[in-house]
């Protein structure tokens, strides 16, 4: 049981370059999200998803792209890479709902560095 | 949106000295978790502790949700309780989470 898996773990990208971040969970949890944790600060939520086929922006979705083909995945793209996307991104997934067990369960992290 | 906050913001230990953590947040919540990041930046789950009060060997952590905060208790600190610890919670739909901006501990010898 791998949990929330995540890659790569670092990455360095030029400007206006592209990429996509992959993460995969094996708990066939409902719920996926990214968030990204800059210097001295909390995680804050980029995208989410509550299911395949349906995906929402949280609070800093900007520059990112989202989608949910299948439960198990949730990539993250960057459209043109920005300085300002420099930050640790993470993957996370839990059951969705209110009254349920909601615990989230983090992946390692990816390291981007935009130059 | 919900306002989380954490104090104190930083905290230093010698080992074997005893900490307690604080959250407090703006709104009702359905869903509070405490994290620790270690220094290679790995996020560890702690607590899922909406209410009430649980105990994990020489952690333990209480919500009290009616008064919208929580407790993080650390005793007999050790090295290895070196990093951030972060609160989080979720409102309305209890997945998505508000984090705290954290509470960074350092344990010395």
């Known amino acids: 049981n791998a949990g929330v898996t995540q890659t790569p773990k670092f990455q360095v990208l030029k400007t206006g370059q592209s990429m996509t971040l992959q993460c995969a969970q094996d708990?066939?949890?409902?719920?996926m999200s990214w968030y990204r944790q800059d210097p001295g600060m909390g995680l804050r939520l980029i995208h989410y998803?509550?299911?395949?086929?349906?995906?929402d922006q949280g609070e800093v979705p900007n520059g990112y792209n989202v989608s949910r083909s299948t439960t198990e995945d949730f990539p993250l793209r960057l459209l043109s890479a920005a300085p300002s996307q420099t930050s640790v991104y993470f993957c996370?997934?839990?059951?969705f709902g209110r009254g349920a067990n909601t615990e989230a369960f983090f992946g390692q992290g990816t390291r981007l560095t935009v130059v | 949106g919900i306002q989380v906050e954490q104090s104190p913001p930083d905290l230093i230990l010698q080992e074997g000295a005893n900490s307690t953590l604080r959250c407090n947040f703006s709104?009702?919540?359905?869903?509070l978790q405490w994290f620790h990041q270690n220094p290679w930046g790995q996020l560890i789950n702690l607590f899922y502790?909406?209410?009430g009060t649980k105990q994990n060997g020489r952690l333990s952590a209480t919500t009290v949700a009616t008064e919208r905060y929580s407790l993080l208790y650390i005793s007999s600190s050790q090295t290895t309780d070196s990093g951030v610890y972060f609160c989080?919670?979720?409102?309305?739909?209890?997945?998505?989470?508000?984090f705290g901006t954290g509470t960074r501990l350092q344990v010395t010898l």
């Open positions: 996370a997934s839990s059951y």
């Open positions: 708990m066939n949890h409902e719920y």
């Open positions: 998803s509550v299911g395949a086929g349906i995906t």
């Open positions: 709104d009702s919540v359905n869903n």
């Open positions: 502790i909406p209410s």
């Open positions: 989080a919670v979720g409102t309305g739909t209890a997945s998505k989470l508000t």
